[in-house]
């Protein structure tokens, strides 16, 4: 294989970057709907946070997809990474002022980062073989294990090292943030060499070209295998963000500490990224629609359990959330990879920022819906509303599985 140790190399780069990019985005995930809760007072609003941020990384889902057709992958991530650094920031400064408008304006930009994690995983298949896509994309995924679990729990000391700074301590991860998200646009930059995507195109050939946005989304309409798989990954998105922002509001009623909260959300990100290799082999061996099909019943399983859940119930709680990560990791992992195959190349880029805008959008809904929905109703009745659009597409699916068999 010509590109064999080239991809290696791509591959080691970008999980590298995908640990500090876990840090710095993870850990503000849980704090950032009880930041905002602070300084509104209200629990209807925390969920802006979350959709504040997703909305950021859907803004930016587009703008990198056109940066990776013009310059590369090195160019896109660095840029998105940078503007995370940014956000943080900002974030930091709408906390210690009470201001809600810097906070959402700083959460909005630290969601590029979020959209330079989400498009680093199809980096890695650039240049990767057909029999062996889901695998590589799942290694760049499980890159961000790590980081991903450790930073809901430094919420504790990132909160100390805040207040010895004069700041609320809700603002500790932000500073980690910054730091991190810095370090991952260091190594994308140093070390990314030769761009992967570059390369292949090079190899084919092609010529760099602009494709919108409407006929991406035209070009995935019209393909049955890569509008399922976008739908996949949007349903799946949608369903995680938002059961997963109001968990630890949901906790919090109950005065459930900061630390406790940080080890649910650590083992729903367990969850999420862990097992990605595992996910991403069985994607390569069963195929992408029966390992969707494994993330859809995940997925409801995962909604009713957290469901019956006693906010005190941190054990069930996390039993609930590390299902639901698992779910999400195999309607992301095997989507990725299924959208990909069903593509040619000149219109991956454009598709693939189409795919994470879509993600994205439905996330940036659920997590506005998800504070509603808990604001009048109950935590329970969100997981069970978040279990419908799951139970459609699992219906969908089979019908799409005696097709294609």
């Known amino acids: 294989m010509p590109h064999t140790q080239h991809q290696r190399r791509v591959v080691r780069t970008l999980a590298a970057a995908q640990v500090f990019n876990g840090v710095g985005v993870a850990g503000t995930v849980a704090v950032g709907s009880l930041l905002v809760s602070s300084i509104t007072n209200s629990q209807t609003l925390a969920g802006l946070a979350q959709t504040s941020g997703v909305l950021g990384a859907a803004a930016l889902a587009l703008p990198l997809a056109r940066l990776t057709a013009r310059g590369g992958r090195r160019l896109a991530l660095s840029v998105g990474l940078i503007c995370g650094v940014i956000g943080s920031i900002i974030a930091i400064i709408g906390g210690a002022q009470k201001n809600l408008f810097f906070m959402l304006v700083g959460t909005f930009l630290v969601g590029a980062a979020s959209a330079a994690g989400y498009q680093a995983r199809f980096a890695a298949i650039d240049l990767a073989c057909d029999h062996t896509r889901a695998r590589q994309l799942s290694f760049v995924v499980w890159g961000s294990t790590i980081g991903a679990v450790a930073g809901p729990n430094l919420m504790e000391p990132a909160g100390n090292l805040a207040h010895s700074f004069g700041l609320p301590r809700l603002v500790g991860p932000y500073l ?230």
């Open 176 to 405: 980690v943030s910054a730091v991190s998200l810095l370090l991952a646009a260091v190594i994308i930059l140093i070390f990314l060499r030769p761009d992967p995507f570059l390369t292949a195109r090079g190899e084919k050939s092609l010529v760099s070209q602009k494709i919108s946005t409407k006929a991406a989304l035209s070009h995935i309409r019209s393909n049955p295998t890569a509008l399922f798989a976008i739908s996949a990954i949007a349903i799946g998105h949608l369903a995680m963000v938002s059961v997963m922002v109001m968990t630890p509001i949901h906790m919090a009623h109950v005065d459930v500490t900061l630390r406790i909260i940080g080890l649910v959300i650590s083992v729903h990100i367990l969850g999420m990224y862990a097992f990605s290799p595992l996910v991403g082999s069985l994607s390569d061996r069963l195929g992408g629609v029966r390992v969707i099909q494994i993330g859809l019943t995940t997925l409801l399983t995962s909604t009713i359990v957290s469901a019956l859940a006693a906010a005190k119930d941190a054990l069930t709680l996390g039993l609930g959330l590390f299902l639901l990560g698992l779910g999400w990791s195999c309607t992301l992992i095997a989507g990725s990879a299924l959208l990909s195959e069903s593509i040619s190349l000149e219109m991956r880029p454009a598709s693939q920022g189409a795919s994470d805008l879509v993600m994205n959008l439905s996330g940036a809904g659920g997590g506005a819906l998800a504070g509603v929905i808990i604001g009048t109703l109950s935590y329970g009745a969100l997981c069970l509303c978040a279990a419908i659009p799951v139970l459609v597409l699992g219906v969908i699916s089979l019908r799409l599985a005696k097709i294609s068999s």
